[in-house]
Nanobody, 121 residues
Framework: QLQLVESGGGLVQPGGSLRLSCAAS????????IGWFRQAPGKEREGVSC???????TYAASVKGRFTISRDKDKNTVYLQMNSLKPEDTAIYYC???????????????WGQGTQVTVSS
């Protein structure tokens, strides 16, 4: 069983930055694809970014150039550095682990509890 714990969310002004962390524990955690997803009130959950066990990365068009995903295998942690934040980035952010690479939530088997990100002046 894999467990994921997100941290790093909070309130930030437009144009600001946050770094989210996703700490994974459990057998073989480094062998999974790790994805970041977000869900705003009244909207469907959408994929933000993902990283494979070999370091291949993908970003949603809405965050490309502003967000950076990285992976520290020694710490079993995946980070999402978010820069130039916009009000429309406001959402609950979840990390997830799965065996299939991509930004579709259905491809992931294990989910964290989520962390709130609010971008507002």
């Amino acid at each position: 069983q894999l467990q994921l714990v997100e941290s790093g969310g909070g309130l930030v002004q437009p144009g600001g930055s946050l770094r989210l962390s996703c700490a994974a524990s459990g057998f073989g955690s480094n062998n999974y694809v790790i994805g970041w997803f977000r869900q705003a009130p009244g909207k469907e959950r959408e994929g933000v970014s993902c990283i494979s066990f070999s370091g291949v990365k993908t970003y949603a068009a809405s965050v490309k150039g502003r967000f950076t995903i990285s992976r520290d295998k020694d710490k079993n942690t995946v980070y999402l550095q978010m820069n130039s934040l916009k009000p429309e980035d406001t959402a609950i952010y979840y990390c997830a682990a799965g065996e299939f690479y991509g930004l579709r939530p259905t491809g992931y088997d294990y989910w964290g509890q989520g962390t709130q990100v609010t971008v507002s002046s």
